[in-house]
């Protein structure tokens, strides 16, 4: 099969229908809901909505009310879970405007994601387009609180009917919205993580690169085991060695050394490569501080927090930005204390980091995109 990336010559915008909801959410209701929202609890009442067959490519494009997925029992994505998905945030500024951050970069993921897949690649313009066209219909749902947002999940999904192991000739896209919470309402404080040694996330030559559900579908066990340690989420080592670091169930992790430099694990196509990672990346060395991505063992940890080399680990992401590590806990070792303060740099560069997505601060890497107009 070939994918709409390789067989359109020339690029043509696609137009968006408009199809309003005739039963919103009360004004009420909706302020209720803002007003607390926790996360992916509630959503907004448009989604988008566009198809894309082998013989017509992508087609279709809508902004429709929010509702079920009508899907054959024979759907591709429900016996071969061939889907991708992202995950990004609208920030309502001062003034009232709502800006995203850096979704091109998200685009960028979301093409090569299905390009792994065996899925068609949406246009970068498309998908920024979808955004923009969600946010400006369901406008009133994005919060104007503290560290709130409007989470944004475009994703793609399989939905020929068809049980032959293939790649679909058929797909959906979709863009569906939820408010979104203060991430740490009780302030930020660094966070117990747990070492797995049974399992893995992901391989060498397999999806890690990729943001597809079967990666977390493989994390939510050994988060199970996680949770059962007194630990806020899991930290999974390569497949091949399974003693160097790779990433957390969600989350990339640097390492902050004493003489101001800041290491992560090197993108081996096991790891996603994460628009908030490299966000802190920039950031780190517009400080001056010199930014190493390379291979991290659990042994190099351990030697350096006791040592002092290491004063600081975070880890990082779209849903919470910048978490401080405390304490990484094994069956057999911990390295670092649950009781652990959250380090100097981590919260400075959250701070900066959240101030530019939030608009008050200069964004002079031009990372900020308007959604509303």
Same mark, same amino acid.
């Not at 010559?9 to 009420?28: G, H, I, M, N």
């Not at 792994?116 to 387009?129: I, K």
């Not at 996603?272 to 780190?284: A, F, K």
């Not at 304490?327 to 100097?344: H, M, R, Y």
């Given at each position: /099969?070939?994918?709409?990336?390789?067989?359109?010559?020339?690029?043509?915008?696609?137009?968006?229908?408009?199809?309003?909801?005739?039963?919103?959410?009360?004004?009420?209701?909706?302020?209720?809901?803002?007003?607390?929202?926790?996360?992916?609890?509630?959503?907004?009442?448009? /989604?988008? !909505?566009?198809?894309?067959?082998?013989? %017509?490519?992508?087609?279709?494009?809508?902004?429709?009310?929010?509702?079920?997925?009508?899907?054959?029992?024979?759907?591709? !994505?429900?016996?071969?879970?061939?889907?991708?998905? %992202?995950?990004?945030?609208?920030?309502?500024?001062?003034?009232?405007?709502?800006?995203?951050?850096?979704?091109?970069?998200?685009?960028?993921?979301?093409?090569?994601?299905?390009?792994?897949?065996?899925?068609?690649?949406?246009?970068?313009?498309?998908?920024?387009?979808?955004?923009?066209?969600?946010?400006?219909?369901?406008?009133?749902?994005?919060?104007?609180?503290?560290?709130?947002?409007?989470?944004?999940?475009?994703? /793609?999904?399989?939905?020929?009917?068809?049980?032959?192991?293939?790649?679909?000739?058929?797909?959906?896209?979709?863009?569906?919205?939820?408010?979104?919470?203060?991430?740490?309402?009780?302030?930020?404080?660094?966070?117990?993580?747990?070492?797995?040694?049974?399992?893995?996330?992901?391989?060498?030559?397999?999806?890690?690169?990729?943001?597809?559900?079967?990666?977390?579908?493989?994390?939510?066990?050994?988060?199970?085991?996680?949770?059962?340690?007194?630990?806020?989420?899991?930290?999974?080592?390569?497949?091949?060695?399974?003693?160097?670091?790779?990433?957390?169930?969600?989350?990339?992790?640097?390492?902050?050394?004493?003489?101001?430099? !800041?290491?992560?694990?090197?993108?081996?196509?096991?790891?996603?490569?994460?628009?908030?990672?490299?966000?802190?990346?920039?950031?780190?060395?517009?400080?001056?501080?010199?930014?190493?991505?390379?291979?991290?063992? +659990?042994?190099?940890?351990?030697?350096?927090?006791?040592?002092?080399?290491?004063?600081? +680990?975070?880890?990082?992401?779209?849903?919470?930005?910048?978490?401080?590590?405390?304490?990484?806990?094994?069956?057999?070792?911990?390295?670092?204390?649950?009781?652990?303060?959250?380090?100097?740099?981590? /919260?400075?560069?959250?701070?900066?980091?959240?101030?530019?997505?939030?608009?008050?601060?200069?964004?002079?890497?031009?990372?900020?995109?308007?959604?509303?107009?």
């Amino acid at each position: /099969m070939a994918l709409a990336s390789e067989t359109d010559t020339e690029y043509f915008p696609l137009a968006f229908e408009q199809r309003p909801s005739d039963s919103v959410v009360a004004e009420a209701e909706r302020e209720a809901i803002l007003a607390n929202p926790g996360f992916g609890k509630h959503f907004t009442d448009h /989604m988008v !909505v566009i198809d894309w067959t082998v013989d %017509e490519g992508w087609h279709d494009a809508r902004v429709q009310p929010y509702g079920p997925l009508q899907l054959d029992p024979a759907a591709s !994505v429900l016996h071969y879970a061939q889907e991708i998905f %992202e995950g990004l945030k609208a920030y309502r500024h001062a003034d009232g405007s709502v800006w995203t951050f850096r979704p091109e970069k998200n685009a960028e993921r979301f093409q090569r994601s299905a390009h792994r897949l065996a899925l068609p690649e949406l246009s970068v313009e498309d998908f920024l387009e979808s955004l923009k066209q969600l946010v400006r219909t369901d406008i009133n749902w994005v919060p104007d609180g503290d560290d709130t947002s409007l989470y944004l999940r475009p994703f /793609m999904i399989a939905n020929e009917s068809f049980l032959g192991v293939r790649a679909a000739q058929r797909v959906g896209y979709y863009v569906i919205a939820s408010p979104a919470g203060a991430y740490f309402s009780g302030g930020v404080k660094p966070v117990s993580i747990w070492l797995s040694t049974t399992y893995s996330r992901a391989s060498r030559g397999g999806t890690g690169a990729a943001k597809c559900g079967g990666n977390y579908a493989a994390s939510l066990l050994p988060q199970q085991e996680a949770a059962e340690n007194g630990c806020a989420q899991v930290l999974f080592l390569d497949a091949e060695s399974n003693n160097r670091i790779e990433e957390l169930g969600g989350m990339n992790i640097f390492f902050v050394h004493k003489d101001n430099k !800041v290491v992560t694990p090197e993108l081996t196509g096991s790891i996603l490569e994460g628009v908030t990672r490299d966000s802190i990346i920039q950031l780190v060395r517009d400080r001056g501080y010199e930014v190493e991505e390379r291979e991290v063992t +659990v042994e190099e940890w351990r030697a350096g927090v006791e040592s002092g080399e290491i004063t600081e +680990v975070f880890a990082c992401g779209t849903a919470a930005v910048i978490t401080p590590i405390g304490e990484l806990k094994s069956p057999d070792f911990s390295i670092g204390s649950p009781d652990a303060l959250p380090g100097d740099l981590t /919260m400075s560069i959250r701070e900066e980091l959240t101030d530019i997505q939030y608009g008050r601060r200069e964004d002079t890497h031009g990372w900020l995109y308007r959604l509303d107009v």
